[in-house]
């Protein structure tokens, strides 16, 4: 596996905000600070393929990382091209990121059935394996991690991937991938992060971005595994919950939650930069990613 994401990238929604020429000049910013890997989510916007393709042509050394490709999207064989194609394009940074998802959105925007979710990526990961492709091979292997919370999914990330992507997980839950993971395969976790020093306005801003992750089982139950329960989950999260998912304060805050997640056992931590305050989540966080660049030494 020749992928390098280096110790530290960026989770951001944001560059599906911008016009796509924007967002290339933008991602060429972040090569220029350093970061290892942008990581790119799929929901209802940008195709997230057609969308790594544009930053990776914008960009010369960054990885594109898709956080994540819903298997409900597209047929195995289709994610298998794309992967190849872009690998082929760009060898070595490319990183396709895999996800079941969740069932409201695939029952209530999809339209599709959402059962027996581990089946389902096992059987995906199959018909990946024996897809056709009669394309020009790409000299570099195309690489693949699951977004895996359970210890399940966890075990299928290290026998059938690269190793897994983490999001909404506590340092706690980084500790326990890897022991599930074995010490090879790659850790990849997301972290919400607010550059706030009030208390109060810091964890209104995280507990704005957490309210929809709070609705979906399965990151509730992944908490539950931690010892989390309904006085922590229910009302928007306590305060506890609130500070052991996203890392506040200034950048020697967010810094030192970075290194605990390498201390537990991540390669790679992808630190989602939210507003300062809840009224700022759609606002680019540029100036944010510039500081945090210098303060974690992300070159």
Known sequence: MAIDLAPVGLWTFHLDLLPASQAQGLVAELEELGYGAVWIPEAMGRDPMVHAALLLEATERIVVATGIANIWNRAANAMTAAQRTLTGAFPDRFLLGLGVSHSVMVEGVLGERYERPLSKMRAYLD????????????????TRVLAALGPRMLQLAAERAAGAHPYFVPVEHTAMARQTLGRGPLLCVEQAAVLQTDPEQARAAARAHMALYL?????????????????????GGSDRLVDALVAWGDVDAVAQRVRAHHDAGASHVCLQVLGSTADDAR????????RLAAALEVR
């Open 215 to 235: 609705t979906l089982p399965n990151y509730t139950n992944n908490l539950r595994r931690f010892g989390f329960g309904d006085e922590d989950l229910d009302g």
């Open 283 to 290: 606002r680019l966080p540029l100036e944010q990613w510039r």
């Open 127 to 142: 018909a990946m394996d024996r897809s056709p492709y009669l394309a020009s091979a790409p000299a570099a292997e195309p």
